[in-house]
T-cell receptor, first 115, second 113 residues
Framework: GAGVSQTPSNKVTEKGKYVELRCDPI?????LYWYRQSLGQGPEFLIY????????DSGLPNDRFFAVRPEGSVSTLKIQRTERGDSAVYLC?????????????FGPGTRLTVT | AQSVTQLGSHVSVSEGALVLLRCNYS??????LFWYVQYPNQGLQLLLK??????LVKGINGFEAEFKKSETSFHLTKPSAHMSDAAEYFC???????????FGTGTLLAVQP
């Protein structure tokens, strides 16, 4: 079946602009995660959705970052007033609930470059 | 709090040689541990996981890892390296009830012919 998809695959934007990154999880997966991977680092957790609600947003670095999942499927990560330090690969992952909840499936990521 | 340390950011082995990638963890609760592989320009793929039960876990592509509580380790091994194993490998621990993952900084594996 189809895996997690993310669009766009690459995004170049100017400092100060607003960007939206989209994630389509695996069908039927109720849990959705966003991570950020900077060059030479492992992924860092940003936010977790269970259904439509953000159950844990402790990883969001500041209030310029926001994410939504209005219908419990597709999620959008929104970054306002982008800064050069926001340049990274943004990864989305999804999982089932219950006993398999810890097994996350990752998308290919969106590479964001802020110039 | 949970954390992961991967020793060796770069490891190089010859084709056919043993692969050993090191991971040590810190966890205030019984850990769930994972190894992921990332090929260039691709997403993370789960290699194997430890949750409970048997401490030696086998994964895809001939990889295995052993959970050693006394050493707080979860090292990844493969008896014989193949050129296609060249990739970056990440160890991760579950970061609490929300199942968020805490990753190490990764180990880039190079396989020499």
């Amino acid at each position: 079946g189809a895996g997690v998809s993310q669009t766009p695959s690459n995004k170049v934007t100017e400092k100060g602009k607003y960007v939206e990154l989209r994630c389509d999880p695996i069908s039927g997966h109720t849990a959705l995660y966003w991570y950020r991977q900077s060059l030479g680092q492992g992924p860092e957790f940003l936010i977790y959705f269970q259904g439509t609600g953000a159950a844990d947003d402790s990883g969001l670095p500041n209030d310029r970052f926001f994410a939504v999942r209005p219908e419990g499927s597709v999620s959008t990560l929104k970054i306002q007033r982008t800064e050069r330090g926001d340049s990274a690969v943004y990864l989305c992952a999804s999982s089932l609930s219950g006993d398999a909840a810890y097994e996350q499936y990752f998308g290919p990521g969106t590479r964001l470059t802020v110039t | 709090a949970q954390s992961v340390t991967q020793l060796g950011s770069h490891v190089s082995v010859s084709e056919g040689a043993l692969v050993l990638l090191r991971c040590n963890y810190s966890s205030s609760v019984p850990p769930y541990l994972f190894w992921y592989v990332q090929y260039p320009n691709q997403g993370l793929q789960l290699l194997l996981k430890y949750t409970t039960g048997a401490t030696l876990v086998k994964g895809i592509n001939g990889f295995e890892a052993e959970f050693k509580k006394s050493e707080t380790s979860f090292h990844l091994t493969k008896p014989s390296a193949h050129m296609s194993d060249a990739a970056e490998y990440f160890c991760a621990v579950r970061g609490g009830a929300t199942n968020k993952l805490i990753f190490g900084t990764g180990t880039l594996l190079a396989v020499q012919p």
